[in-house]
T-cell receptor
Framework: AQSVAQPEDQVNVAEGNPLTVKCTYS??????LFWYVQYPNRGLQFLLK??????LVKGSYGFEAEFNKSQTSFHLKKPSALVSDSALYFC?????????????FGSGTRLSIRP | DTEVTQTPKHLVMGMTNKKSLKCEQH?????MYWYKQKAKKPPELMFV???????INESVPSRFSPECPNSSLLNLHLHALQPEDSALYLC????????????FGEGSRLTVL
C-alpha cells in the first residue's frame, strides 16, 4: 500500500526565513504526490503536485516542493515565510491509477510563523 | 472561493435523528469523495464515487449511507449516529484519471449529542 509520513508534528519559523516541511513516501510504481494546506475550520486547499517531469514543482502562494527519488522524499519549501502561512499542512499520495483511487494523507505538520 | 459547496456548515443531531449532508460541484468532475476529519488529525477516506457509482467503501458503518444522484451531487445520509461520529465531514471532487488533485469543500461540522 502507498503511504506518506510527515516526521514533524510542528515546525516553527521566523517570518522572512526559509521554511521546509518534510514528507517521505512509500509507493510501488510511480508516485503521485500532493501537498495541501488547511486553515482553522476550513477545508483543504491544494498547493501543488508531482506527477512526472521536473523534480522541483512550483505551486500556489510561493510554495514549491522538491521530489527526490533516491531519498523517497517530497519536502515542501518556501524561500521566505509569512505569518499568514501559519496553518496545518498535509502531504498526500494517490493510491492506484484510476479516478476511483484513494488519496491518502500524512499525519499533518502544523507550521507556525512568528513575526 | 471553493467550487465545492457543502451544506449545512454546522449540524447538531441526536442519536435517533436522520439527517443528510449535501455536496455539489459544477466543475465537471466525475469522481467524488467523502472524508471524515477529527480535530488535528488527517482526513480519513470514507467513500469514493466514480462516474456516479460507488467504487470504494472504506468499511464505513452502515449508519452512514452515501448517495450520488447525478454527476454534480453527493449526499451522505446519517442515521442512528454515535457521539464519536462527531467530526468535520469533507466532500471533495476530482477529474477522472489518476493524476487529479482533490478539490475540497469547506466541510460540514457534525455534532452528535
Amino acid at each position: 500500500a502507498q503511504s506518506v509520513a510527515q516526521p514533524e508534528d510542528q515546525v516553527n519559523v521566523a517570518e522572512g526565513n526559509p521554511l521546509t516541511v518534510k514528507c517521505t513516501y512509500s509507493v510501488s510504481g510511480n508516485p503521485y504526490l500532493f501537498w495541501y494546506v488547511q486553515y482553522p475550520n476550513r477545508g483543504l486547499q491544494f498547493l501543488l503536485k508531482y506527477i512526472t517531469g521536473d523534480n522541483l514543482v512550483k505551486g500556489s502562494y510561493g510554495f514549491e516542493a522538491e521530489f527526490n527519488k533516491s531519498q523517497t522524499s517530497f519536502h515542501l519549501k518556501k524561500p521566505s515565510a509569512l505569518v499568514s502561512d501559519s496553518a496545518l499542512y498535509f502531504c498526500a499520495v494517490r493510491e492506484g491509477y484510476s479516478s476511483a483511487s484513494k488519496i491518502i494523507f500524512g499525519s499533518g505538520t502544523r507550521l507556525s510563523i512568528r513575526p | 472561493d471553493t467550487e465545492v459547496t457543502q451544506t449545512p456548515k454546522h449540524l447538531v443531531m441526536g442519536m435517533t435523528n436522520k439527517k443528510s449532508l449535501k455536496c455539489e460541484q459544477h466543475m465537471g468532475h466525475r469522481a467524488m469523495y467523502w472524508y471524515k476529519q477529527k480535530a488535528k488529525k488527517p482526513p480519513e477516506l470514507m467513500f469514493v464515487y466514480s462516474y456516479e457509482k460507488l467504487s470504494i467503501n472504506e468499511s464505513v458503518p452502515s449508519r452512514f449511507s452515501p448517495e450520488c444522484p447525478n454527476s454534480s451531487l453527493l449526499n451522505l445520509h446519517l442515521h442512528a449516529l454515535q457521539p464519536e461520529d462527531s467530526a468535520l465531514y469533507l466532500c471533495a471532487s476530482s477529474h477522472a484519471g489518476s493524476t487529479g488533485e482533490l478539490f475540497f469543500g469547506e466541510g460540514s461540522r457534525l455534532t452528535v449529542l
